[in-house]
């Protein structure tokens, strides 16, 4: 079934939500780089484990220690490891709102297209085109590739291949391993750079591409 202009737009407008809350999570990530290049996480940690190291104690300070620890020195949040959370959630984010507009949704008939691939493809190149050339181009592709593969096996399913699983042979009573699970996070593999730089002008020639075609439905802008 064809989409209704009206439909499409519809589905773009999506898209577009998406492609500006991403706009505002590099943001954000670029504030948070400055405040980790500041010191001042690294700074609060090295106090931090120096006081506990102080009053032998075990991975956090509570209650009346914390108190007292912050009442000198500030408060704890965001140390290195908040910072490296953070830093990992809003790239994680980034991912999976970029993937919106690849993913399979529902529309409503006279409103918003279904986004099937039949739909966003067409579109997609359209709008890349526009955007990009050459070598970029490609790139942009790779990166798209990238991401509904971040997002397929670890940011929204969790795929057996993306992690490491060992069933430990601990008995009643004993000590040893009852089970190990580890995973490499692939967000560190994505070149965030490349993604600050073009998805402003992705944005941008999407914008294009939604004026052209509201023209051609005869909505007044």
């Given at each position: ?93 980034i991912i999976i709102k ?40 490609q790139s942009f592709y ?53 993604v600050a730089e073009t ?23």
């Amino acid at each position: 079934m064809v989409s209704s202009e009206k439909e499409t737009l519809g589905r773009l407008y999506l898209w577009e939500i998406a492609l500006n809350r991403i706009r505002d999570l590099l943001a954000l990530r670029l504030r948070v780089d400055r405040f980790c290049n500041s010191g001042r996480a690294l700074n609060i940690t090295e106090l931090y484990d120096e006081e506990r190291a102080r009053l032998k104690t075990g991975l956090r300070l509570e209650g009346e220690a914390l108190d007292n620890f912050e009442d000198k020195h500030g408060s704890l949040f965001p140390d290195i490891h908040d910072v490296h959370l953070i830093d990992e959630l809003i790239t994680e984010e980034i991912i999976i709102k970029f993937c919106t507009i690849f993913n399979d949704g529902y529309g409503k008939a006279g409103v918003i297209s279904g986004n099937k691939k039949t739909f966003w493809e067409p579109i997609l190149d359209d709008v890349i085109s526009e955007a990009f050339s050459g070598d970029f181009r490609q790139s942009f592709y790779q990166f798209i590739e990238q991401a509904r593969a971040y997002r397929n096996q670890q940011g929204a399913h969790f795929d057996q291949q993306s992690f490491y699983v060992k069933h430990g042979d601990k008995q009643p009573n004993e000590d040893g391993l009852i089970s190990h699970v580890g995973w490499s996070s692939a967000l560190l593999s994505f070149d965030w750079d490349f993604v600050a730089e073009t998805i402003p002008k992705f944005n941008k020639s999407l914008n294009s591409y939604i004026r052209k075609l509201q023209q051609q439905a005869n909505i007044c802008l």
